[in-house]
């Protein structure tokens, strides 16, 4: 089945300890991208990568850091979270091919104390 | 900057009505335009995608079309149904400098609530 899956999906920590979240997809898409999602705020992009150890700052990236060193990986590294921090993020990919939309994980809601 | 509105921001229908949702963008140099579907405490799924050189797509009972000279798409849904109830979202692919894809730009969404 073809799909993007999130870890955690659910985290509660506290200000200044790293944390990771990992997105993995298996249809062999070139594109990856994270956003996070905030009342009011709508969907706002984070990074994106178009092609192994290519990425790209979204709208908002300070505070994030992500790597591209496998296709099917992109993980988020949050180095020190903050409480602004807290909010649902998403993981989506999508072939570069032309026509292919965009598949999204099912959200990490973060919390951060 | 582009930027991408959603109007209204909530829509409340009986079961039966056909509506349509509104979106418009400041920027028509775009890559393309998707139309989301999310439902509550749920990741998005996908509704129709209209690359930038066509003007509609059809899915079953939705419809979107794009107008990239004025800035807008409409998602046009018939026979509206109570599983139809989800915020609906509408988001532009930049186009980079070069031609190439960009950040993904999204509204606030509309939430549509079909009443049985």
């Known amino acids: 089945e073809a799909q993007v899956t999130q870890n955690p999906r659910y985290l509660i920590t506290v200000t200044g300890k790293k944390l990771t979240v990992t997105c993995s997809q298996n249809?062999?898409?070139?594109?990856m991208s994270w956003y996070r999602q905030d009342p009011g705020l709508g969907l706002r992009q984070i990074y994106y990568?178009?092609?192994?150890?290519?990425?790209d700052k979204g709208d908002v990236p300070e505070g994030y850091k992500v790597s591209r060193k496998e296709k099917r990986n992109f993980p988020l590294i949050l180095e020190s979270p903050s409480p602004n921090q807290t909010s649902l993020y998403f993981c989506?990919?999508?072939?570069?091919?032309?026509?292919?939309?965009?598949?999204f994980g099912p959200g990490t809601r973060l919390l951060v104390l | 900057k582009q930027e991408v509105t959603q109007i209204p921001a909530a829509l409340s229908v009986p079961e039966g009505e056909n509506l349509v949702l509104n979106c418009s963008f400041t920027?028509?140099?775009?890559?393309?335009l998707q139309w989301f579907r999310q439902d509550p405490g749920k990741g998005l799924t996908s509704l129709l995608l209209?690359?930038?050189?066509?003007r509609e797509q059809t899915s079953g009972r939705l419809n979107a079309s794009l107008d990239k000279s004025s800035g807008r798409s409409t998602l046009y849904i018939a026979a509206s149904q109570p599983g139809d109830s989800a915020t609906y979202l509408c988001?532009?692919?930049?186009?980079?400098?070069?031609?190439?894809?960009?950040?993904?730009?999204f509204g606030k969404g509309t939430k549509l609530s079909v009443k049985p």
């Open positions: 989506a990919s999508s072939s570069l091919q032309g026509g292919e939309t965009q598949y």
């Open positions: 249809m062999n898409h070139e594109y």
């Open positions: 990568s178009m092609n192994v150890e290519v990425t």
């Open positions: 920027d028509s140099a775009i890559y393309n």
């Open positions: 209209i690359q930038s050189s066509q």
């Open positions: 988001a532009v692919t930049e186009r980079n400098y070069g031609g190439s894809q960009g950040n993904l730009i």
